[in-house]
C-alpha cells in the first residue's frame, strides 16, 4: 500500500488576480505615459448563454486591469460573409489590438475560415494558423490562453518539465496540441492521447505531469495516477447542474502531488492569458 501523498491543491484564482495586477500596473504605466489602453474586441454569433456569460466574464476582466474592450453581439442568422466584413474593419481599426469570436459559431459559418481572417497581429485567442505555427516553431509571442494557463500553474508550483514524463489527454487545437507543444518546448517528454488511444489507464499513470482535456467528467481516477504526480484538470462539463472536470477530484487526493478543481482552478487562469494576450498584441504592433 503506498504511503499517502500530502496533494496541493491549485488555487487557480489566486494565481489569476496576482498576474492581473501585474498586467494592471504595466497598463496603468502605459497610460501615465500618455499611452491609450489596449483594447480587445469580442464577437459572439447567436445567444448560447454559457457562450454570452463567458464573454461577459471577459469583459469584466478587461475592465478590472484598465483594458478597453468592445462588443459585437451578433444575431445566430450572421452570414458568414457578415461576419468576414466585420473582421476585415476590426483588422483596419487602429484603435483593436485583440479580436476574440466567441466558439462555437452557427453551423453556417465555418470556424477555420474565420480564424483565417483575424489578423495574425491581433490574434489574441491564437486561432489563426500562423499563431499555430509560430508555437510549433518555438518562437512564439502569443499561444492558446488554456495551454498557457497551464503551463503557468506548472510554474508556480515549480514543478520540474525537463526530462518529465508528461501525458496529455486530448489532441484539440485549442488545449490538447498546443498544451503539448509548449510541454515538449519545456524539454518534457510527451505522450498525446486521445479517444482511440489503446490502455489509456497505464499511459496515464507513467505521467509525472498529466493534463486532462477530453471534456469526459471524472474519466481520471486515482488508479490512473502516479503518486506525487501533477494533475491538471482543463474538463469541464455541467452534469446535473454542476460543473464537473475530468478528474475525479475527491479520489485522487492523497495521490497526486498537484490537483486542480474543475471551479477556481484553470479557467481564471484561461481568461488571464487572453489579456496577456491582448496586452502583447498591443505592445508588439505599437513598438512598446
Ligand atoms: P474537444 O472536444 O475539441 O477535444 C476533446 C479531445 O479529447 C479530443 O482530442 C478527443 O479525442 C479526446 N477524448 C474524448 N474522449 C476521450 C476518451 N474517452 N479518452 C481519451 N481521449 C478522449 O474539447 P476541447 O479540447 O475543446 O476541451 C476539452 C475539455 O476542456 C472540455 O471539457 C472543455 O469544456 C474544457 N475546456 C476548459 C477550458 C477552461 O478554461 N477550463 C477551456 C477550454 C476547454 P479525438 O481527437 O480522438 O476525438
Given at each position: 500500500?503506498?504511503?499517502?501523498?500530502?496533494?496541493?491543491?491549485?488555487?487557480?484564482?489566486?494565481?489569476?488576480?496576482?498576474?492581473?495586477?501585474?498586467?494592471?500596473?504595466e497598463i496603468e504605466d502605459l497610460t501615465?505615459?500618455?499611452?491609450r489602453?489596449?483594447?480587445?474586441?469580442?464577437?459572439?454569433?447567436?445567444?448560447?448563454?454559457a457562450s454570452r456569460s463567458y464573454i461577459k466574464g471577459k469583459q469584466r476582466a478587461c475592465s478590472r486591469i484598465g483594458m478597453d474592450a468592445v462588443?459585437?453581439?451578433?444575431?445566430?442568422?450572421?452570414?458568414?460573409?457578415e461576419l468576414l466584413a466585420l473582421l476585415a474593419d476590426m483588422n483596419a481599426d487602429d484603435a483593436i489590438d485583440g479580436i476574440l469570436v466567441q466558439l462555437p459559431l452557427p453551423d453556417a459559418i465555418d470556424p477555420t475560415v474565420i480564424a483565417e481572417a483575424?489578423?495574425?497581429?491581433?490574434?489574441?485567442?491564437?486561432?489563426?494558423?500562423?499563431?499555430?505555427?509560430?508555437?510549433?516553431?518555438?518562437?512564439y509571442d502569443i499561444a492558446s490562453c488554456t495551454p498557457l494557463g497551464v503551463l503557468a500553474c506548472l510554474d508556480h508550483h515549480r514543478i520540474p518539465l525537463e526530462g518529465a514524463n508528461a501525458v496529455v489527454v486530448g489532441r484539440s487545437q485549442i488545449v490538447g496540441k498546443p498544451v503539448s507543444l509548449l510541454l515538449q518546448l519545456r524539454n518534457a517528454t510527451v505522450t498525446m492521447c486521445h479517444s482511440r488511444t489503446r490502455d489509456l489507464e497505464t499511459i496515464c499513470r507513467s505521467a509525472d505531469v498529466l493534463v486532462v482535456a477530453a471534456g469526459r467528467p471524472r474519466m481520471v481516477g486515482a488508479d490512473w495516477v502516479k503518486p506525487g504526480a501533477a494533475v491538471i484538470d482543463v474538463g469541464v462539463t455541467e452534469v446535473d447542474g454542476k460543473l464537473v472536470g475530468d478528474v475525479d477530484f475527491d479520489a485522487v487526493q492523497g495521490v497526486a502531488g498537484?490537483?486542480?478543481?474543475?471551479?477556481?482552478?484553470?479557467?481564471?487562469?484561461?481568461?488571464t492569458m487572453l489579456l496577456r494576450n491582448t496586452l502583447h498584441a498591443y505592445r508588439t504592433r505599437k513598438g512598446l
Open positions: 500500500m503506498p504511503e499517502p501523498v500530502q496533494t496541493q491543491v491549485f488555487d487557480g484564482m489566486a494565481l489569476a488576480n496576482e498576474l492581473r495586477r501585474q498586467l494592471a500596473e501615465k505615459a500618455g499611452k489602453p489596449p483594447c480587445l474586441a469580442v464577437v459572439l454569433v447567436g445567444d448560447d448563454p462588443e459585437h453581439m451578433l444575431p445566430a442568422s450572421t452570414s458568414q460573409d483575424i489578423d495574425p497581429a491581433k490574434d489574441a485567442d491564437a486561432l489563426h494558423p500562423m499563431t499555430a505555427g509560430r508555437l510549433v516553431s518555438g518562437k498537484l490537483i486542480t478543481p474543475s471551479r477556481r482552478g484553470i479557467g481564471p487562469m484561461t481568461i
